[in-house]
């Protein structure tokens, strides 16, 4: 979260709704608070297109946003750095996850990521919201991606294996959230299962320009691809980075060139 203010800034600008933000953290944990209480929390969805001649949707990242009493956005980069430890980051992930069942259980066509924290998977009430939820008859988990940010993966990592292990034949998809830019050494990544790893928006800013970015991004596609995981271009912002991502053969490409995160699908 080192560039939360850009990113509550980018957000603000970008996205047409209107974004609450607090003076203080103490109101901000407040705001969150209350917000959970009241139940005012619910998905927006971002595209995930493919690359390639004529760009599809692959799935949608549902990401989660809480509103204060007047029906504000809550940026999740401003209030996340403070509440990611806390009960009220369990209480986050359990509400993202009973949101994107529900939604997954409407659409029987639609392909859903989400966002989970490595502790969350020990939560009592968080896996009771999976278990449950796998169980429906219209089979989310198959549609279903849980993206795990390499910092997290490698915080508990023995406890992300394991689950992996254990949700990968029910159907449950893994992406590796911010691929290049934590502490996940490639040496690790033959313990995962990531299905998919999300290229950390930071190579792909402005990579039509930068040669660096270029060296780094086709190196990071080569690796995913030997250890047989999809890539995914996150933070794609032009027509011009999108079509040189597409020449180095990322599979998926996210970002505001191909819409903000929405409300409505």
Not at 17 to 34: C, H, I
Not at 154 to 174: D, T
């Amino acid at each position: 979260m080192q560039h939360a203010v850009n990113e509550i800034e980018e957000e603000a600008l970008r996205d047409p709704l209107q974004y609450a933000v607090a003076s203080r953290d103490g109101d901000v944990m407040d705001l969150v608070r209350d917000a959970l209480e009241a139940g005012r929390a619910q998905l927006a969805f971002q595209p995930i297109m493919t690359g390639g001649g004529k760009p599809q949707v692959a799935f949608y990242e549902g990401l989660v946003r809480l509103t204060d009493d007047a029906g504000r956005i809550l940026p999740a980069a401003h209030f996340m750095p403070l509440i990611e430890e806390t009960v009220m980051g369990r209480q986050i992930d359990c509400v993202t996850l009973d949101l994107a069942i529900k939604i997954l259980v409407a659409r029987p066509q639609l392909r859903l990521s989400v966002n989970l924290s490595a502790r969350s998977i020990g939560d009592g009430e968080w896996r009771r919201i999976l278990d449950h939820g796998l169980l429906h008859r219209a089979k989310p988990g198959d549609r279903l991606i849980f993206e795990i940010s390499e910092t997290s993966a490698m915080m508990l990592p023995e406890n992300v294996i394991r689950f992996m292990a254990e949700m990968q034949p029910k159907g449950v998809a893994f992406a590796l959230d911010g691929f290049g830019a934590g502490y996940t050494a490639f040496r690790h990544l033959k313990d995962f299962f990531f299905d998919l790893a999300k290229i950390d928006k930071s190579f792909i800013r402005g990579i039509h320009q930068n040669t660096d970015n270029q060296v780094l991004a086709e190196a990071l596609i080569t690796v995913a691809r030997q250890f047989e995981m999809f890539s995914v271009a996150d933070g794609v912002e032009t027509a011009q980075e999108a079509a040189f991502l597409t020449g180095l053969g990322v599979d998926c490409l996210q970002g505001y060139h191909y819409g903000v995160p929405k409300f409505d699908l």
